[in-house]
């Protein structure tokens, strides 16, 4: 092993750059990751505003349709209709 003095300060220099780069690459992965999970929380808000709003849109519908029902359900029937409209056609 040469242990001459341009060995030695190139090794470290090398050893030097080696840790730099790895700490770029952790700084890299950690910028990565907050990006990631600042997406995730934006996606789960946007998804429970979504889902919120469908529930909303579920309970409208279910109004109109119960609405709808009273309104039908308070109309004459068919067959009275047309007996009321026999009777007066015929007097």
């Given at each position: 092993m040469d242990l001459s003095k341009g060995k030695i300060f190139e090794s470290i220099f090398l050893i030097d750059k080696a840790s730099s780069r790895s700490k770029h690459l952790y700084v890299h992965h950690y910028e990565v990751n907050t990006i990631f999970r600042q997406m995730e929380k934006k996606f789960f808000a946007a998804s429970n505003q979504l889902?919120?709003?469908i529930n909303e849109l579920d309970?409208?519908?279910d109004t109109v349709e119960s609405n709808?029902?009273?309104i039908i359900s308070h109309?004459?029937?068919e067959e009275s209709a047309t007996t009321t409209t026999g009777t007066s056609t015929q007097q």
């Open positions: 889902m919120n709003r309970r409208k519908i709808f029902d009273d109309l004459p029937s």
